[in-house]
């Protein structure tokens, strides 16, 4: 366990939640002696409560940001049991990257996360606005049709 890994992944930013937990479980199994860590994707699910396919995809995201780079080894006693070793290059250089942003997959679409030039800490609604639109009247239901129709019987 590295303390050093621990404290650069908490501070890393990685678009969601689920990426943070298995980067942090990563940085937990890394080796400061060999500079990798190799936790197996079911122990990485067991250990983060959530399913292998989760795991695979938040590794595969943290890949495309940069975070993790697999250093084209494997890891294992046996054969059918190795798994990937991975490095993490933004704790050696120090930075995440120059710009300090991160695109981030995230179904079909990319969003990158981080500071952007135009962001805004308030946000202020258009000058045009338009009003809002009435709701569409609800239809009544059968009960509801029924019990007007004996109310109006009995009114009359």
């Given at each position: 366990?590295?303390i050093e890994?621990?404290?650069?992944?908490?501070?890393?930013?990685?678009g969601n939640?689920?990426?943070?937990?298995?980067?942090?479980?990563?940085a937990?199994?890394?080796?400061?002696?060999q500079?990798?860590?190799?936790?197996?994707?079911?122990?990485?699910?067991e250990?983060c409560?959530?399913s292998?396919?989760?795991?695979q995809?938040a590794?595969?995201?943290?890949?495309?940001q940069g975070?993790?780079?697999?250093?084209?080894t494997?890891?294992g006693k046996?054969v059918d049991?190795?798994?990937k070793?991975?490095r993490?290059?933004?704790l050696?250089?120090?930075?995440q990257n120059d710009t300090g942003?991160?695109?981030?997959?995230?179904g079909?679409?990319?969003?990158?996360?981080?500071r952007?030039?135009?962001a805004?800490t308030?946000?202020?609604?258009?000058v045009?606005?338009?009003?809002?639109?009435?709701?569409?009247?609800r239809?009544?239901?059968?009960?509801?049709?029924?019990?007007?129709?004996?109310?109006k019987g009995?009114?009359?």
């Open positions: 366990m590295s890994a621990l404290r650069w992944a908490k501070n890393a930013q990685t939640h689920t990426n943070k937990l298995v980067l942090l479980m990563l937990d199994c890394h080796s400061e002696v500079n990798v860590a190799w936790p197996g994707v079911m122990w990485l699910a250990h409560e959530m292998r396919r989760t795991v995809r590794l595969r995201d943290l890949e495309a975070l993790i780079e697999w250093d084209g494997w890891a046996h049991r190795q798994t070793r991975y993490f290059p933004t050696e250089t120090g930075r942003r991160h695109p981030v997959q995230t079909r679409h990319v969003v990158t996360t981080g952007h030039s135009d805004r308030l946000i202020e609604p258009p045009t606005t338009t009003p809002p639109t009435p709701p569409s009247k239809r009544k239901t059968q009960a509801e049709r029924v019990l007007d129709a004996i109310t009995a009114a009359q």
